[in-house]
Nanobody, 117 residues
Framework: QVQLVESGGGLVPAGGSLRLSCTTTGPLFSIGYMAWYRQTPGKQRELVARLPNGGKIKYADSVKGRFTISGDIANNTVYLQMNSLKPGDTGVYYC???????????WGQGTQVTVSS
């Protein structure tokens, strides 16, 4: 079973930066998109940014202008550059990949991001 592996979380002061990385333990040949979600305390898991295999990148309004998603869908890698971090960005960040053939959604184990005030 292919898995997603995230790295790059940690503790940073407000205004700092972090870069998250995600890759797969094996090849996936029909990914429609890769994305980052986060779960902040007291809230449901929410989409942070989505990188499609062709098409427009999508960002949550709360991170526009601060976060940048990039990667190589064909090589099953995605990154999230997070700048100007705020305490409200604290949470567990999950990598997500949507495979089309057969249809299946992969999730990473999550990486903790903590922004201190």
């Amino acid at each position: 079973q292919v898995q997603l592996v995230e790295s790059g979380g940690g503790l940073v002061p407000a205004g700092g930066s972090l870069r998250l990385s995600c890759t797969t333990t094996g090849p996936l040949f029909s990914i429609g998109y890769m994305a980052w979600y986060r779960q902040t305390p007291g809230k449901q898991r929410e989409l942070v940014a989505r990188l499609p295999n062709g098409g427009k990148i999508k960002y949550a309004d709360s991170v526009k202008g601060r976060f940048t998603i990039s990667g190589d869908i064909a090589n099953n890698t995605v990154y999230l550059q997070m700048n100007s971090l705020k305490p409200g960005d604290t949470g567990v960040y999950y990598c997500n990949a949507d495979d089309l053939l057969p249809p299946y959604e992969y999730w990473g184990q999550g990486t903790q991001v903590t922004v201190s005030s």
